[in-house]
């Protein structure tokens, strides 16, 4: 009989740590013990540091404040960590978290359980988050478009949530999936269940929602090698190869083909895979114009894919002979 370790342990890395510490947070949260200001990333206090270090009179003076301020550089990984809702709808967001973030990770996901590739992605998407709020805030503050304050928020933890909706339902566009236990919905309209869903709540989560989509397609993008808005153009990416002509994505009511920017697989670096101590060669790059070979070394099973693929190539290979030809005659 499995144990609470064994499922504990059945859950993808990425996503295990992710939920218990976000779990943690919120226990903690709720009985006062820490406080989410602490560890929460603030775009506007990252110009006025920016600014306060810039500003140095000397170079001395300049490192002092450079390492006075990367004191904080932790708020950039724990921004991600507190989930903005109240109540049990707390917990409902983790759920959803947690769900879409195995699902990619699981090894019948996206990511086909490869640790550091999903580590690298749930990083370079985190990033471009913090990257978006960044510039917006900018144009907020600097350039006084004021009324963007009015709708834009914060919450990290939901933003990487919608990302994560959104590229999982590029992978799986024609899979059916229950919104909210009350009704089952194609993965391809998720988002719009998931927008539907924020309005509702408030114009700060359907910020976040669109963020987090915008940052998903923006990794799809770098992950088929594509320009973003051109690979939305029809036939932009050539005419010969059927899978260069997909802009959108719709074949017909009932199937969803892969759109130009949903092709292609993108690795994590070298040095990641190094410091995980994990093997390099479990998955390959690949692009929307380059597919990827197989992997030399398989995650399930460990061969190795040339020596599955010699036992194929015997086992039902043909002698060369026709029926009715000169050695069938020869024997007769």
């Known amino acids: 009989m499995a144990t609470i370790k064994d499922h504990l342990l059945g859950i993808p890395p990425v996503t295990r740590f992710f939920t218990s510490v976000t779990l943690i947070t919120v226990l903690f949260r709720l009985l006062h013990w820490i406080s989410p200001m602490e560890y929460h990333f603030f775009a506007s206090q990252f110009w006025y540091d920016l600014e306060y270090v810039l500003n140095a009179d000397t170079w ?12 904080t550089f932790y708020k950039f990984f724990t921004t991600f960590f507190f989930p903005v809702e109240g109540g049990p709808f707390v917990f409902m967001s983790m759920y959803s978290f947690y769900l879409y973030s195995s699902k990619l990770e699981g090894r019948t996901g996206k990511f086909k359980g490869n640790f550091p590739d999903y580590l690298w992605f749930i ?17 907020e503050e600097h350039l006084m478009f004021t009324q963007l304050s009015e709708w834009t928020g914060e919450a ?11 590229v999982w339902l590029r992978y799986l566009k024609s899979s059916n999936v229950d919104f909210l236990g009350i009704f089952r919905v194609r993965s391809y309209y998720l988002p719009l269940c998931h927008l539907a869903l924020a309005v509702v709540d408030s ?11 915008f940052v998903g397609y923006i990794y799809l993008c770098i992950q088929s090698d594509t320009l973003p808005f051109y690979n939305l153009i029809p036939r932009v990416y050539g005419r010969d190869d059927p899978r260069l002509n997909r802009t959108l994505g719709l074949a017909t009511a009932i199937d969803f083909i892969p759109a130009i920017f949903d092709l292609g697989y993108l690795k994590a670096p070298r040095f990641l895979y ?8 479990t998955s390959k790059r690949s692009t929307a114009f380059k ?10 099973d460990g061969f190795s894919s ?26 007769d």
């Not at 040339?306 to 060369?320: D, H, I, Y």
């Open 60 to 71: 001395s003076e300049y490192v002092w404040r450079l390492l006075e301020n990367s004191k």
């Open 203 to 213: 114009r700060l989560a359907v910020w976040d929602a669109i963020v987090g989509y």
């Open 123 to 139: 990083l370079l998407c985190g990033a471009m988050l913090i990257g978006v709020e960044v510039v917006v805030n900018y144009f």
């Open 306 to 331: 040339s020596f599955l693929n010699r036992g194929a190539e015997n086992t039902f290979r043909g002698t060369g002979h026709r029926l009715g030809g000169a050695s069938d005659k020869k024997n």
């Open 274 to 281: 190094s410091i995980l101590g994990y093997p390099y060669n």
């Open 156 to 166: 990290y933890y939901r933003k990487l949530q919608a990302c994560l909706i959104y």
């Open 291 to 300: 597919n990827a070979p197989e992997p030399s070394v398989k995650l399930m």
